[in-house]
């Protein structure tokens, strides 16, 4: 191996052999990206493109993290089909593999460093070589800079803890804290659902699985199921799917796998057991993961206040009664499974190219907005009955930050902004920001997270976030009702 031979990808030192054929293939062998094979006309086609390399780099990476095999890269892929020993894999699907969501971009780089540590000492140090190596990779960051900057938002958020010597805390040297194992525990359930050899998803063989208690079978879940495959549903039921002989936690984790929605029967028969919740846990986690609306709770025999004891963010979802009778239940299905984009359409954007805000010591941003917005006086018919409650009951469980937003809104200069950022505290600095926006610290509202996610799952906000700094737009329904309401 020569000095001057690099990974075409990461740009580390590597070895690399050369192959006898009909035109020359490499085979390299990186500390980082693992082993692969490259051709000369596959080098001359993407030499240039080096924000594909990069993220080519975190793939092959992640690949090599989790005991995957090397690949001969390819502009096709052939599952029958291996190079001198390697699968051969397209470089374009594999590229789409890389995180396009914030939410990805956590979750796998939790699971990347659990993949750092040893089984039998989870909490032992680990050491990133961010300036000398390239182990900002296992961040999916691109640089020293935001590898660091990353690092200290896993900190915040405490799924880390930077290791403390006498001069302060050593920011390459941490360990994962029983918050982050939790976590990638959950994420390790749902992990296979990603699967390069299927497009990126698991086929889907169920259309609902059915997370409820033992004892809302007869009186309700049993009939609804019938309903359902009266209407062509395909249920995975554990009635129907659990044989003689069958590990329970096996096919329990394929059916929440495969299957496309969870119904979750809330009930207090359901808070009263641990079994229902762990499937609960199981698909929030996959609904996270996925950035798309995965969970359809059905409220059976209880109101909002016994959803909202168990759990805040689900009573802030949109729910089925079982008061409501079988035949609606079971036409809102119907209409969620036929349509499954518009259920989501709430809760996507396209997300803007936009650069962070300014954090000066005044947090309310001021600026003119480039497109003029329709002055809150002049919005008609937005906001129904339905709505109007909807927002009454949200308000009660976070009276102080709709009171700010509405102080914030009622202002001269603030009455057109509709984006703020939700940062940890007013000692986080920002670059400047080519649009106003607001600006709301975790510090000054205990929760702010939880607060936020359950205004999303409402519609009253919606997720723009382009970069690391979450960044969320107010409906203009959610405007009009705190301005009236707030």
């Not at 293939?25 to 500390?31: I, P, R, S």
């Not at 296992?138 to 660091?148: D, K, N, Q, V």
């Not at 994420?187 to 659902?193: G, P, R, S, W």
């Not at 079994?275 to 698909?283: S, Y």
Request: charged share 30%.
């Amino acid at each position: 191996m020569s000095a001057d031979e690099k990974c075409f990808f990461c740009g580390s030192k590597c070895e690399i052999d050369t192959v006898p054929t009909k035109h020359t293939v490499k085979e390299d062998k990186c500390n980082y990206c693992g082993p692969y094979l490259l051709d000369d006309f596959f080098i001359a086609s993407y030499h240039s493109r080096n924000n594909d390399k990069f993220k080519m780099a975190c793939i092959l990476n992640e690949r090599r993290l989790k005991g995957m095999e090397g690949v001969a890269l390819s502009d096709k892929t052939d599952k029958e089909k291996r190079i001198y020993g390697y699968p051969q894999m397209s470089f374009d699907e594999l590229l789409n593999e890389f995180p396009k969501k914030p939410s990805e971009f956590l979750n796998r780089t939790l699971l990347n460093l659990s993949r750092l540590t040893k089984p039998e000492h989870p909490f032992e140090n680990i050491r990133l070589e961010l300036t000398t190596n390239k182990d900002y990779l296992h961040l999916f960051t691109r640089s020293i800079e935001a590898g660091y900057t990353f690092l200290r938002e896993l900190a915040d958020r405490g799924y880390i803890r930077f290791n403390r010597v006498q001069a302060g805390e050593q920011l390459d040297v941490f360990c994962l804290t029983t918050k982050c194992w939790e976590m990638v525990e959950n994420l390790q359930q749902t992990d296979e659902i990603y699967d390069s050899s299927n497009g990126g998803k698991t086929s889907m063989e169920w259309d609902v699985f059915i997370c409820h208690a033992s004892e809302d079978k007869e009186g309700f879940v049993e009939p609804l199921v019938k309903d359902l495959q009266k209407n062509n549903i395909n249920v995975w039921y554990d009635r129907f799917e659990l044989k003689l002989g069958d590990s329970l936690r096996e096919k329990i984790d394929e059916g929440l796998l495969k299957s496309r929605y969870g119904l979750v029967v809330l009930s207090n028969a359901f808070f009263a057991k641990d079994w229902p919740k762990t499937e609960l846990d199981a698909l929030i986690t996959r609904q996270n993961s996925e950035g798309q609306k995965v969970i359809l709770p059905i409220w059976h025999g209880v109101e909002y206040e016994d959803v909202s004891k168990f759990s805040p963010i689900l009573a802030g979802r949109f729910a089925a009664r079982s008061s409501e009778g079988i035949t609606t239940i079971v036409e809102k299905i119907k209409d969620v499974l036929n349509d499954g984009s518009k259920v989501n359409a709430n809760t996507k954007t396209e997300k803007p190219s936009v650069q962070r805000a300014n954090s000066k010591s005044n947090r309310k941003q001021h600026a003119s907005l480039t497109h003029k917005l329709p002055d809150q006086h002049h919005i008609q018919n937005l906001v129904s009955a339905s709505e109007e409650k909807k927002f009454k009951k949200v308000k009660n469980m976070m009276p102080e930050l709709i009171t700010e937003f509405k102080t914030d809104l009622s202002t001269e200069d603030n009455k057109l902004i509709r984006e703020f950022f939700v940062l940890p505290n007013n000692r986080v600095c920002l670059g400047r920001s080519e649009k106003p926006r607001l600006i709301y610290y975790e510090e000054e509202h205990k929760g702010l997270r939880n607060k936020i996610d359950i205004l999303e799952n409402q519609g009253f906000l919606i997720d723009v976030t382009p970069g690391n700094a979450p960044i969320y737009r107010m409906t203009e329904e959610f405007v009009e009702l705190i301005i009236k309401y707030g």
